[in-house]
C-alpha cells in the first residue's frame, strides 16, 4: 500500500508537567526507529498542514473550542482536568494533530496514498463534544471521520486499540448511523466507561492479562463480522500502543507480532471491500522503546500489504 507518514515538529512542542507520560520524547521514539529500521525510505513523509478553527467544531461544541482556546497561558501550565494541561506552546502542537488527519483524509480520497499514519500529539480518543480528558484536547481522528463526511464519504469504521476505551470518539459517534466505532481495551481500567453495545457501537473488554490469542479472537469473532455487514468505505484506526506487554501504563500483554497481525487484516479487510483506505492515528503508546518498535510495525506492515 502506498503509505504516508505525516507528522510535524510543532507536535514536540506541547508539554505538560515534568515526567508525564504523554511527552514530546514519544515522537522522537517514533521517528528515530522509523530511520533506524529503514523504513522512511519505503514510505512518503508529509508535513501536517495547520487546522482551522472551523475542523475542531466538526466534532466539539463552539464552547468547548473556545474555553480550549481562550484557556492557553502566557506562562506555566493551564489545567483542562486532572491528567491534561495546556502550555504557551500547545495550540501550535494541536493544530498539526488536527491538521494531520485533515490532510490524511485529503490524501486517501484524492488517490494519492492508500494508507497514512499521524504520528502526532496530543492524541484524542478521550476527547468528548464538550470535554478534553485523559491526555486528550481535541479528539483528532472524530474530526477527521467527521471532515471526511463533508467530503462525501457515506460509510466509515473506527478501530480503537488502545488498552484505554475510546470514551470521547464513542460519545461523538454514538448516533451517527454511518459510522461503526469498535473499542478493544482493559477492564475494568480508566476511563471505567459503561459498556455498552449497539449496531454500531461494538465495545471488547478484556480482562488484565489477555494478549495476542484474545485479541485474534476477538477479532475475528466479534469485530470482522460486523464490519463486512456494514460495508466502510473508509478505515480509521485509533492506533495507541499502551497495551503493550512492556507498557506499565497497562495490563495486557500485546507483542509486535500482533500488532503486525492486527495490521495484516486490516489491510486484507480494505482491499476485500474496496476501501478508499486506511488513516491510523497515534493515540496511546508510553513505553518509549516499545512505542517505538510497535509503530514502526504498524506502518512496515501497510506499506508492504
Known amino acids: 500500500m502506498r503509505t504516508a507518514i505525516i507528522s510535524h515538529p510543532l507536535c514536540r512542542r506541547h508539554k ?20 533506524a529500521s529503514g523504513l522512511d525510505i519505503a514510505v512518503a513523509h ?20 473556545e474555553r480550549v482556546l481562550s484557556a492557553i497561558p502566557e506562562h506555566g501550565l493551564t489545567d483542562l482536568d486532572g491528567d491534561t494541561a495546556l502550555c504557551r506552546e500547545s495550540l501550535k502542537a494541536i493544530e498539526r ?46 474530526i477527521a471521520v ?5 467530503k462525501g464519504v ?16 464513542q460519545a461523538i459517534v454514538r448516533e451517527d448511523p454511518n459510522v461503526l466505532f469498535c473499542s ?9 466507561s459503561e459498556i455498552e453495545n449497539t449496531e454500531t457501537i461494538v465495545n471488547s473488554p478484556l480482562p488484565v492479562a489477555s ?20 460495508g466502510p468505505e473508509l478505515l ?21 507480532s500482533d500488532y503486525a497481525w492486527f495490521t495484516q487484516q486490516i489491510a486484507l479487510l480494505s482491499k476485500e471491500l474496496d476501501c478508499l483506505g486506511i488513516i491510523s492515528y497515534l493515540e496511546g503508546g508510553y513505553d518509549l522503546s516499545s512505542l517505538g518498535r510497535s509503530v514502526e510495525t504498524h506502518i512496515r506492515n501497510l506499506a508492504e500489504s
Open 97 to 142: 494533530a488536527v491538521g494531520a488527519g485533515i490532510l490524511a483524509v485529503d490524501e486517501v480520497l484524492a488517490g494519492r496514498h492508500d494508507a497514512a499514519f499521524c504520528s502526532v500529539r496530543p492524541p484524542g480518543h478521550h476527547a468528548s463534544q464538550s470535554k478534553s480528558a485523559g491526555f486528550c484536547v481535541f479528539n483528532n481522528v472524530a
Open 46 to 65: 508529509l508535513t501536517a498542514p495547520k487546522a482551522e478553527t472551523s475542523h475542531y467544531m466538526l466534532a466539539h461544541d463552539t464552547e468547548h473550542v
Open 16 to 35: 505538560m508537567a515534568d515526567e508525564h507520560p504523554e511527552s514530546p520524547q514519544r515522537l522522537d521514539a517514533i521517528s528515530d526507529r522509523v530511520l
Open 211 to 230: 494478549d495476542g490469542n484474545d485479541l485474534r479472537a476477538l477479532y475475528s469473532q466479534q469485530w470482522l463480522p460486523k464490519l463486512r455487514a456494514f
Open 154 to 169: 457515506k460509510r466509515i469504521a473506527i478501530l480503537d486499540i488502545d488498552v484505554h476505551h475510546g470514551d470521547g470518539t
Open 146 to 150: 467527521k471532515y471526511a463526511q463533508t
Open 236 to 256: 480509521f484506526i485509533s492506533a495507541g500502543f499502551d497495551a503493550h506487554l512492556e507498557d506499565d501504563m497497562g495490563g495486557l500483554k500485546f507483542v509486535e
Open 184 to 192: 478493544l481495551f482493559q477492564y475494568p481500567f480508566y476511563p471505567n
